[in-house]
């Protein structure tokens, strides 16, 4: 008898026809006395068209993220009664829980939640009753007892977390894609499968863009030691195991993937007087409102006027709320000016390896300036590298990059 946790994505529940499909893969893959948890995302576009709708009635949606969070969730919780009816069609008993009735408690930030804890009650007595339990991923309740959605892919998280809170033998992410890749295998033809990957790793391809994964979900994996198994929906192929340690990939990898995110804006608030306190000023006020902020780069001083720029990058998604913020700091300090740049990407490339493998940066620069692109702003971690590029660039970006690294 194993307990194991199925995710499927949009895409492989995105029709009636889709969901009895997974149904009937799920029941044909689950052993009489198997325990069977599927989480499910909404159906193909539908979280897009419920984000369409917001900007029909508001041009700030997310200014109103507590009523964007009650839409939101709704897209889950059709897929999860009709799967049910699915499974019950096939003879099979199931049945349906939304994030509340699956025990999601998260923390309080509307459309940016984080799973807290997770009371899994009503989860176990139905899968002792016999029942495949199918529960909608993205969603927990908050302190107030509203929904809160857990981020764009936030249904991996909601995966990996349950499998960790169940202690389940296997947690399975099921999607368009048969693995996870050294690059997004839409835009790099020739990118290379994975056996597997370490979470360390993962985090940070998922962390700079590759939407395969929510970043929360391989930590989640990670901190519960729940090996995660990507694979595709549509074939039976083995897919890519995302672990602690390599245990069956032979090669000591230098760099283990190229990812891009087009989420990016860059923010230059110009003339920031050059004194103690000012970066904190700015982005405690930042943090203060949840915002993320990514690469940050401060000028040197222009000696004659005593002032600095500073350069920084946020979501898209949080332009609306950011340019109000920095408006008011702006006014304050009597800065320059702000400029707003959302016509930029961000390239990285990522792997342990290159800790104690020097050159690696250089090799990077190097492929974008064989391919003409211009690098307007650089971060590094320990294992990864990133430059901020034009939009427009970003696959030309990705291609050379990838086939500096990954020769054929
Ligand atoms: P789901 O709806 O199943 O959650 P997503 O669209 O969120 O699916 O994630 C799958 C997509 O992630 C793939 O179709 C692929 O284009 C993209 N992707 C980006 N980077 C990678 C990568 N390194 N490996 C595999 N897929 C990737
Ligand atoms: N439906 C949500 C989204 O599109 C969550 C998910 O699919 O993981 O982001
Ligand atoms: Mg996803």
Known sequence: MSLIVKKFGGSSVATPEKIMAVAKRVLAEKAADDKVVVV?????????????????????????????????????????????????????????????????????????????????????????????????????????????????????TSAVALAGALKADACEIFTDVDGIYSADPRIVKNAKKMKEITYNEMLELARLGAGVMQPRSVEMGKRYG?????????????????????????????????????NVTKIAILGVPDQPGIAYKIFSALAKANIDVDMIVQSIRNSDQNVIDMVFTVTKTDLHQVKAIIDDIGKEMETLGVIVDDNVAKVSAVGAGMLGNPGIA???????????????????????ISCLIQADKVTEAVNAIHQCFFKD
């Open 40 to 156: 499910v995302s909404a159906m193909g576009d539908t979280t897009d068209e419920l984000i369409a709708l917001a900007k029909g009635v508001s041009d700030n949606p997310y200014g109103n993220a507590r009523e964007m969070d009650r839409l939101l969730s709704t897209g889950e919780q059709v897929t999860i009664a009709l799967l049910a009816m699915a499974f019950n069609k096939l003879g099979q008993q199931a049945i349906s829980f939304t994030g509340l009735q699956a025990g999601f408690k998260a923390s309080t930030a509307h459309t940016k939640g984080k799973i807290l804890n997770i009371n899994p009650k009503r989860v176990l007595t139905e899968l002792e009753k016999g029942k495949i339990v199918v529960v909608a991923g993205f969603q927990g309740i908050n302190a107030d007892g509203d929904v809160v959605t857990l981020g764009r892919g936030g249904s991996d």
């Open 226 to 262: 729940i090996p995660i198994h990507v694979r595709s929906t549509f074939t039976e192929t083995t897919g890519t195991f995302i672990r602690e340690e390599y245990t069956v990939e032979e090669k000591e990898f230098i760099i283990r993937g190229v990812t891009h995110d087009d």
């Open 362 to 384: 250089a090799n990077m620069f190097g492929a974008l300036a064989k391919a003409g692109i211009n690098i307007e702003v650089i971060s590094t971690s320990e294992i990864s």
